[in-house]
């Protein structure tokens, strides 16, 4: 069978849920024999080939130049979005799915284009996948005519090498974009109360473009009193190692990864995370660890008790990867 996955601007190394997704799928299909091609929307046309799968990268304009879309399945993991129209009207594969991996499906049915996009995708997806409950009942709301089914994601390898080394000093670890959604705010009025109960506490935010939101940068360089530690590129595992407590307190599920990931790897480097009861989080991570969206004041609280005794609260829901690979053959295979 060939499949053809396609995946907006894959660049690597992975950093972001959905990206990561997609490669694993990918490998995961191509061990089980399948011919698998992955096309990734980018700004310029080229095509590379990484541990032995094909990735072409293309402006949708050129889509119907390109011959990986002559798959037997073709596999999207985005939103619903204009930019699928082409891969849509183009694509010469008999079957068609699209997995939404945005944790509120990014309210596609909302958006302006969605009158227009609709009947295309009824048209031409087979089936749609999605990872949570939240997201199925979110799914209902857009009236598509599409059949859909839920798969939980791939999880993310422990990593061996990794060794659990933490700081002597209490230290916070935020990773992600410096956007309000990611809860950054209530980060950082959380810290402002837990440095007044905690001596010598450190707070290490983690972004690539951590200069990118201007106001939020400034308003980090006003309060940090030398104990803000700013970093752009970081090996999650090796950070979470080091860190006390994790903290990633969504305000909204919206335009971030149905399952956060990086709780996951908390949980195998054995380190203690908070995150916010939004979306489908309740329904894999336990509710000891998560607080109020947009309440910096329980935040702290949950942070002062968690340095004061550690705890890591395991998956409410266990899955593994074999398990979630063999429900994408057996989705392959239905069509």
Known sequence: ????????????????????????????????????????????????????????YTKPWRIRLVRELQADIIHYLIHPTPIIIPF????????????????????FWKRIWWPFLKPIMDAKINKITVQTEYQMRLLQKSSLNIPAVKIAPLLPLPQKKVIKNRNKIPTLLFMSHLHPSKGIMEVLKAFTIVRKKVPKIQLVIADSGITQNKNIYEYIQKINQGDIILKTIVNPPEELAQAWVY?????????????PLSLIEAIQTKTPYISTSVGGIPEYFDSKSLVPPRNPKLLAEKILELIKKPVVYPLKKESNNKKVIQEHLRLYASN
């Open 247 to 259: 903290l990633y307190p969504l305000n909204t599920a919206r335009e971030t990864f149905s399952i």
């Open 1 to 56: 069978m060939k499949i053809t996955y396609y995946v907006h601007d894959l660049h690597f190394p992975l950093r972001e849920g959905i990206r990561k997704q997609a490669w694993w799928l990918a490998q995961a299909m191509q061990k089980e024999g399948h011919e698998v091609e992955i096309i990734s929307t980018a700004p310029v046309n080229k095509k590379i080939i990484r541990e032995g799968i094909p990735i072409t």
């Open 88 to 107: 849509l009207l183009f694509s010469k594969a008999k079957t068609q799915y699209l997995t939404v991996h945005d944790g509120a499906l990014n309210l």
